[in-house]
């Protein structure tokens, strides 16, 4: 699909603080870019901590659908399938078999168009990002094998549209390894002739009427082939058709990268639909819960900020978890939805009250009360490494921090208190993270913490003149 169409994809940009100055850093340090939410319709989907991974993916998948239909409306020129994000059973993992993947894998996903939904290979270059981006995989792929146990790929449905998202990865893999052997070059559509023959298979004509049907059994794909569609929609189906059985016939499916692509894409759809049906009810927030929220905020908000930040200080002292009480309490717009993380820096490059603090702990350790120019800081150094910088070796830390401004209040909720939405959101927010977190504590998901990304991206390998079947997908 083109990718215009893929930017149509409804997105909405949720913002849970007022932008803002980082005051106790100093310019030298970028701010990361905000995190955006990807909805279905007006309603956020997950509400996860890094789950908007497998958001993204299926909105992504649900806007190939949709602009399939679509297209089929509007145009009647040749198929394009160079950059749908898709999905596939191929690389299915049986019930309680663990995957394993690697270093080296991840570094593959990072470089595939799956991963450019939701992540530009230049946001990877941070070794903190880099982390983050391998927990949001062992969850999706956590997610997905609880949804697969517990039968949502079972569903005729489910599976024709999983099978429909590994035809158009397996075919826009093969049409752009045929793009780049040509140096970019458009590939040959599909004849009128050849659709006809691909479709003398009763097969294929039966994976298309599937497909049809399936998108009016699925709410969450919310798009339907009408009357007057069938007859292109047939048509480009059938160019995907070919796309995939010449995929298979050069090896496309037997790469270790499209391999991974089709594992992350079906993972991503099972997790999506096994989310809205049974993840998020159980994740509403009560009118009690709110209630309890909202008050702990307006006493917590009424305080000096020196009084709060002696409060959070003596919460964390007695084991409360430091990132919840940074996501929860933060004035740090930046760092908070991270937990407070800051990732790596060196010194020199935070205000001197903080760089001096932060670097008198070891891992592990939680400063006293800091003062700066700007406001009030609890910090905790996670590790510690040393660097080659310009030529030098240079001494780094990562940590987080809880930031107590005290700079004067504004009119905004966030500085006078929290509204009910907001309690309902953050209240909701920490349930998914929870159900999240017990559930690939349970997974037999294995996933490195971190990779190496190339810079520029490898080129899409050649199609080999022969095909040796590569290493499947690791099972434990």
Known sequence: MADEDAEDTAREQREENAPGERPHLQETIPAPPAQTTPTIGKRPFFSGARLFISVAIFTAIVAAITVFVVRSKKHSGPADVKSSPSATPAAEAKRGTGITITSEDLALIAASNAAEIFQSQAGLADEAARKEFAKGVKELLAVGEEARARGIGDRPEIKSVVEF????????????????????????????????????????LQKFDQFVAATKKVPQLGVQISEEQLKEAKQRFGRMLIGEKKGIQA????????????????????????????LEPRTKASDQEIDAYVARHSQFDSKPPRAKAEELLKRVREGEDFAKLAEEFSSDPTSKNKGGDLGWFGRGKMAPEFDKAAFALKPGQISDIVQTKSGFHIIKVEEGRTQMNNGKQE??????????????????PAATGVSRDQARSAIEKQKMKDIVDEIVRRSGVTVADNFQVSSPPSPTPPIPTSSPTPPSIKHN
């Open 165 to 204: 998202t590994r035809l158009l990865a397996i075919s826009e893999s093969y049409v752009k390894t045929q793009q780049d052997r040509e140096g970019g070059a458009p590939a040959p559509s599909a004849s009128d002739a050849e659709i006809e023959e691909i479709y003398r298979d009763p097969a294929n």
């Open 251 to 278: 090896g496309v499916d037997k790469r270790r990268d499209v391999q991974l692509k089709i594992l992350i894409m079906q993972a991503a759809m099972l997790a999506g639909i096994y989310a809205q049906e049974q």
């Open 395 to 412: 001494e780094q830390i990562r940590a987080r921090h809880i930031f107590i401004s005290t700079e004067p209040a504004t009119s905004t």
